[in-house]
């Protein structure tokens, strides 16, 4: 599910260099701007057939505490390039002359572009798919950052957008007695602040016997009133477009009183607290403090997911492994597709027909010769696509019995 795999707005768009193709000609780049990976971007990449030449695809690393600086950028964006030429090559006895110019081609326009277009503000990771042959250029962003990778092949490579994991629109109510910070993550992005709140707690002097009891009794109730008003702004973002999950930054004395404020819509999305210096945390300390419970979260619903899958297996209604996997992917008839983490799985596809079978043959459908494939995580996940059935990849799958 990649409904929130990239919030960010693109980038502003500025005019593409041209680069020289393989043929010596002059290839203008497309005038194309990033734009944020949706589901339906995805479903058109996963449409693209096999045709003349290769796809190149392209993914760079944006991390901004590794690739900040311009020179650290180059460097990984060469990388992805040579690793994609590399690939190229150990095809081109299968190319014409032609579709080898255009490959060249095609990888100098694409890493052009990434130096001279890339805006990557806010943005965890770019990918770029372009064939010219086929007449394909396409750029997005991404809030996650991906493994650097770079690929020549017959389609574009998808499965690291698959692998990306679901993350949920979060927030952090950052808060002490003075201040208070709502910080939202959209799909897994960097928290951003979107509102600030000061308390109106007036400077009081201490006292002592009744008149210090009084002063108190105000602190407190201006301590309250500031509560009440951050736990209202933060229902109002919520309402304005929903959030899944809540980390409270404060301190335990302050605790109590933060959830009993908080509207009953948001109390069960309350992960938990971390503490919050208001002198020296911000965003990225409190996006590195709420991991583990955002982690605890997706063991959670990773939990239920195999639990389900457990009961439809009982009822025949589930299939585990690679025959009975497949099978379920031919016959159309995949609600959802769970694979772990790094899955490897070897086996023949149909060049005719696309039927995936876990050894080679001849297909059982229109009778031709099936071509071996090294790892078919590709093409089943291709397969989901199709029937538009969700795909998961999953971290924390339990060991079976006996491991």
Request: charged share 30%; proline share 7%; hydrophobic share 40%.
């Amino acid at each position: 599910d990649l409904s929130h795999a990239a919030m960010r707005p693109p980038a502003p768009h500025r005019r593409p260099t041209g680069a020289r193709s393989g043929s010596g000609q002059v290839a203008e780049t497309p005038r194309v701007a990033w734009r944020p990976m949706t589901p339906s971007a995805l479903r058109h990449l996963g449409s693209i057939s096999d045709g003349p030449g290769l796809v190149v695809s392209l993914y760079v690393n944006l991390d901004p505490t590794r690739f900040a600086l311009p020179a650290a950028r180059e460097t990984e964006v060469q990388a992805v390039v040579d690793a994609a030429r590399a690939e190229g090559r150990e095809v081109s006895e299968r190319l014409d002359h032609d579709a080898r110019q255009a490959l060249d081609g095609d990888l100098e326009r694409a890493r052009g572009y990434l130096l001279t277009e890339l805006a990557p503000d806010g943005a965890g990771a770019a990918t770029v798919f372009v064939s010219a042959l086929r007449g394909l250029f396409k750029a997005f962003t991404l809030d996650q950052a991906v493994p650097a990778q770079g690929r020549a092949g017959k389609r574009p490579y998808l499965r690291p957008l698959f692998e990306l994991v679901h993350r949920p629109d979060f927030t952090v109510l950052a808060i002490d007695r003075r201040d208070a910070h709502v910080l939202v993550s959209r799909g897994g992005g960097p928290l951003h602040q979107v509102a600030k709140i000061e308390s109106p707690i007036r400077g009081h002097r201490e006292r002592s016997g009744a008149r210090q009891a009084r002063v108190q009794g105000a602190v407190d109730h201006d301590t309250d009133q500031h509560v009440k008003k951050a736990a209202t702004r933060l229902y109002q973002i919520h309402r304005a477009r929903p959030l899944e999950a809540l980390v409270l930054a404060c301190g335990e004395e302050i605790r109590p009183l933060v959830e009993r404020r908080l509207h009953a819509d948001l109390q069960p999305l309350l992960l938990g607290r971390v503490p919050w210096d208001p002198e020296q945390d911000d965003p990225v300390r409190l996006t590195r403090a709420a991991q583990p419970l955002l982690r605890e979260r997706e063991r959670r619903q990773e939990e239920a997911v195999l639990d389900r899958l457990q009961l439809e297996v009982g009822r025949s209604a589930g299939a585990i492994g690679a025959d009975a996997v497949l099978d379920a992917l031919n016959r159309k008839a995949v609600e959802t597709l769970l694979l772990e983490t790094g899955v490897e799985l070897a086996g023949a596809v149909c060049p005719a027909c696309g039927w995936l079978a876990a050894t080679q043959g001849e297909c059982p459908v229109c009778g031709k010769v099936m071509e071996k494939e090294q790892d078919m995580v590709e093409d089943m996940l291709r397969q989901a696509l199709e029937q538009s059935a969700d795909v998961r990849f999953l971290r924390f799958v339990p060991p079976h019995p006996g491991e």
